[in-house]
């Protein structure tokens, strides 16, 4: 191939190449995921990473404000007149002293990268914003996808948002398990316009759907399995080496649910390496809940790994077998990872082999356990994010992870997302349930931060503040 930018099978032993616009997810020829590959040779890509810094002098150019297009020469599958943007990326790496005392790693090792900063408040976003440039370019007027919440937030925005070249709108079709999913997902879905699908089923149900109907319709997909998502997902590790002086960090943590930003960041560094912009590659950990756990089962279990691209197909198979015999679905408060099928599996092993990564599984009193110590000390998130800050703790525990090592927890979702799991938490009132008065309740969890209830009255109410504690 000598397009400078093409799609290629990821299989070591296939490698097809296609053109960037053939209308495929998957590789004709053996059914492996597809890459959207490069000929660097042909790129101008800049000497140094801080290189990139200096566009932060003209952020009244839309491309260089844009967190994901600053770093669009690491991305160049699009000209500059195809990006759709809508200046998505500006999120903050914090120092996270106060939680870094909480899991007693040293001071100014923790960070915690906010992506729950972007428009549509997900990490999301940095993958659409290159799904819908491509969408554009090929001319689709219809774009779908299976959600847990957040994908299809992000969807409905950018759909709402972008207009074919000819004037058209395009429309965002979703694809939700009745029930599944937070409602102020649901609520950005539905306020953005998007045509809002409730599937009687669970995520991996929709997902199988959407594929479906991307086949026969000829809908495009916009999950992760659409490799041009990936791209723009890479540019969250551009971010927090930018943000870290361009240093390489020890340790990325991030939440596993269909595997897409593992995905995106084994290949942002594998490149970053070739490229000769890094020396050293940090290593990986990625996050099961337990409840949604198929990738530590498979790595941890059953022993599966990478394999030079060999990994071992019956050893999953067996796996989905057994949780179809079972009937076993997916079930976690972390809905954003509540998948048991995660379609970006084989890339999510390359890029264990190539960050020396490790996988774990948390279960959902840990998750909230660290949701509250995340809202205590930083900004907040919501649940599926601070899966990364439990298993690191866990990791830290069994000593996977130094203490004194360089640490980046991903928080891919904004706190007020699922804001009836913090208020559970923290009063023991399930405000999807019936409503109980806050004295009747019992939290449970060590952060739990209960409402007093005072009488309308300024005694009662003074007392109240000097009896606290
Ligand atoms: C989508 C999502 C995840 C899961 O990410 P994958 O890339 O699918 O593994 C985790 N957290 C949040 C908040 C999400 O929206
Ligand atoms: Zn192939």
């Known amino acids: 191939m000598t397009d400078a930018a093409f799609l290629q099978c990821i299989q070591p032993s296939c490698s097809a190449t296609f053109a960037l616009d053939a209308p495929i997810y998957q590789c004709p020829t053996c059914g492996a995921l597809l890459d959207v590959s490069y000929n660097w040779s042909r790129i101008a890509v800049p000497s140094r990473l801080a290189d990139f810094e200096k566009r932060w002098a003209s952020r009244h150019n839309t491309m260089d404000y844009s967190g994901v297009w600053r770093f669009r020469e690491l991305l160049p599958f699009a000209t500059d007149a195809d ?18 005392m909480g899991l007693s790693l040293k001071r100014g090792n923790l960070h915690l990268q906010y992506e729950g900063m972007n428009p549509s408040g997900s990490f999301k976003d940095n993958g659409m914003t290159a799904a819908f440039t491509m969408a554009r370019k090929l001319g689709k007027q219809r774009v779908g996808c299976a959600s847990t919440g957040n994908t299809s937030a992000s969807l409905a925005m950018y759909a709402s948002l972008t207009r074919l070249s000819n004037g058209q709108p395009m429309r965002g079709v979703v694809f939700v398990g009745a029930g599944k999913i937070a409602f102020g997902k649901l609520s950005q879905a539905l306020d953005y316009g998007a045509l809002t699908l409730q599937i009687d089923g669970d995520f991996d149900a929709c997902m199988a759907r959407v594929r479906e109907a991307a086949d026969r319709i000829g809908l495009y997909l916009m999950n992760s399995i659409n490799p041009f998502r990936l791209e723009g997902q890479k540019t969250i590790m551009y971010r927090v080496l930018e943000a870290l002086r361009w240093e390489v960090p ?168 699922d804001p009836d799991a913090t208020v559970k938490y923290h009063t023991g009132i399930d405000t999807k349930g019936v409503s109980v008065s806050p004295s009747a309740s019992k939290p449970t969890g060590r952060n739990a931060n209960l409402p007093i209830r005072v009488p309308d009255n300024i005694d009662e109410i003074c007392k109240a503040i000097e009896s606290a504690r």
Not at 83 to 100: F, R
Not at 386 to 399: D, E, I, K
């Open 250 to 417: 020890d340790w990325i943590v991030v939440p596993g649910g269909n595997l897409g930003n593992t995905s995106a960041f084994g290949k942002a560094w594998i490149e970053l390496k070739q490229l000769g912009l890094v020396s050293r590659i940090p290593r990986l950990a990625v996050v099961n809940a337990a409840g949604a756990n198929t990738l530590n089962e498979l790595v941890n279990r059953r022993g599966v790994r990478w394999n030079g691209g060999n990994w071992d197909c019956d050893a999953v198979c067996n796996h989905y077998d057994e949780m179809t015999k079972q009937r076993r679905k997916a079930s976690t408060i972390a809905t954003a990872i509540e998948i048991a099928r995660p379609v970006n599996l084989s890339k999510a092993l390359r890029a264990l082999d190539a960050m020396n990564g490790v996988v774990c599984e948390v279960t959902d009193d840990e998750i909230l356990e660290e949701k509250a110590l995340v809202g205590r000390h930083g900004f907040g998130c919501e649940p599926a994010s601070a899966a990364s800050v439990a298993g690191l703790r866990q990791l830290l525990a069994n000593g996977t992870i130094d203490r004194d090592a360089t640490v980046v927890c991903i928080l891919t979702g904004h706190a007020l997302k």
């Open 83 to 100: 990006l759709v943007t809508i200046g998505e990326g500006q999120t903050i790496l914090q120092s996270a002293d106060a939680a870094a």
